[in-house]
């Protein structure tokens, strides 16, 4: 499956973004779909998920409450709605497909077989 991030842009701290990620050459509904990012000198991380059928979600800690992961399996499409936007959001977010569920290692980018080629989000304080 390939997958395209897109939505980054600039932001003001507080304010809202809503990322998309277009899939296409595979059975997108078979696939769990996570967001990660990579600030400037940082690793890559976790920071949503969510299940084939969009009922189960998980969330990194500094994101829950403020970032909601959606799906639209008859679009092909994943989405990650962010708001209250910190500068500390700042990075570049990428889409991922994994094809098996997960309990724990959902955490991990080698958990994700697919990945998108990355939209920069900078939020300004």
């Known amino acids: 499956v390939q997958l395209q991030a897109s939505g980054g842009g600039l932001v003001q701290a507080g304010g809202s973004l809503r990322l998309s990620c277009a899939a296409s050459g595979g059975t997108f509904s078979s696939y769990y779909m996570g967001w990660f990012r990579q600030a400037p000198g940082k690793e890559r991380e976790f920071v949503a998920r969510i299940s084939t059928s969009g009922r189960s979600t998980r969330y990194a800690d500094s994101v829950k409450g403020r970032f909601t992961i959606s799906r639209d399996n008859a679009k092909n499409m994943a989405y990650l709605q962010m708001n209250r936007l910190k500068s500390e959001d700042t990075a570049v977010y990428y889409c991922?497909?994994?094809?098996?569920?997960?309990?724990?290692?959902?955490?991990?980018?080698?958990?994700?077989?697919?990945w998108g080629q990355g939209t920069l989000v900078t939020v300004s304080s």
């Open positions: 991922a497909a994994d094809r098996s569920p997960r309990s724990a290692d959902y955490l991990l980018n080698r958990s994700y077989e697919y």
